[in-house]
Each structure stands twice: as structure tokens, then as C-alpha cells.
């Protein structure tokens, strides 16, 4: 059993910076892919960010540039720097882990509210 638990959103300016946490609670962390998803009201749930057990990381074109996916697997934590944060980044950010194998379900977290003002 796996359970994520988000922190460090909250509201900021538009140009500023917030770092996202995602803790894993079970066993094998780093045989986990790791993603951070967002979605806004009215919208669709949406991959911002991934990192694999290897270190391979991927972004949405809308993200790239500007925010940071991290994994520290000693801690079994990933991360999620975001910088030159823009209204439109505003919305509910969920961690989400699945085995690298795809043997296995999904785990998500509860979410972590961000919020960017103009």
C-alpha cells in the first residue's frame, strides 16, 4: 500500500516561485514512476511533470523552462520547483506514482492548491 502526501502550495505573486513536495509512504520508492498533475476548475487534469527511477524527466510544453521535477529517493520525496509562476499555472497539483513495470495501480495524492495572482 502507497500513500503520497503534497505539500508547499499556496498563493504568490505572478513572477514568483513555489517548490512542491510529494512524500511516499511504502516500500521500493524508487521503482516508482513519479508525475506531478494539475488541474485547473472547469479543466481537464493535466501531466505537468515526470521523473522515472533513472532520472529521466519529461514536461509539458506549457512548463518547460520554468519548472523542475526532482526525485531524492534516500527520502522517497520528488519535488517540483516552479519558477516565473503565470496565473494560468494556478490550480490543484497532484503526485502520482505508478510502478516503473506497470505491474501494479496507480497512487495518487490528495492535491496541494496553487494559486498565482496577477
Known amino acids: 500500500q502507497v500513500q503520497l502526501v503534497e505539500s508547499g502550495g499556496g498563493l504568490v505573486q505572478a513572477g514568483g516561485s513555489l517548490r512542491l513536495s510529494c512524500i511516499f509512504y511504502?516500500?521500493?520508492?524508487?521503482?516508482?514512476?513519479m508525475e506531478w498533475h494539475r488541474q485547473a476548475p472547469g479543466k481537464q487534469r493535466e501531466l505537468v511533470a515526470s521523473?522515472?527511477?533513472?532520472?529521466?524527466?519529461t514536461y509539458a510544453d506549457s512548463v518547460k523552462g520554468r519548472f523542475t521535477i526532482s526525485r531524492d529517493n534516500a527520502e522517497s520525496t520528488v519535488y517540483l520547483q516552479m519558477n516565473s509562476l503565470k496565473p494560468e499555472d494556478s490550480g490543484v497539483y497532484y503526485c502520482?506514482?505508478?510502478?516503473?513495470?506497470?505491474?501494479?495501480?496507480?497512487?495518487w495524492g490528495q492535491g496541494t492548491q496553487v494559486t498565482v495572482s496577477s
Open positions: 511504502g516500500s521500493s520508492f524508487s521503482t516508482y514512476v
Open positions: 502520482k506514482a505508478y510502478p516503473y513495470d506497470l505491474y501494479g495501480p496507480d497512487y
Open positions: 521523473v522515472t527511477s533513472g532520472i529521466t524527466t
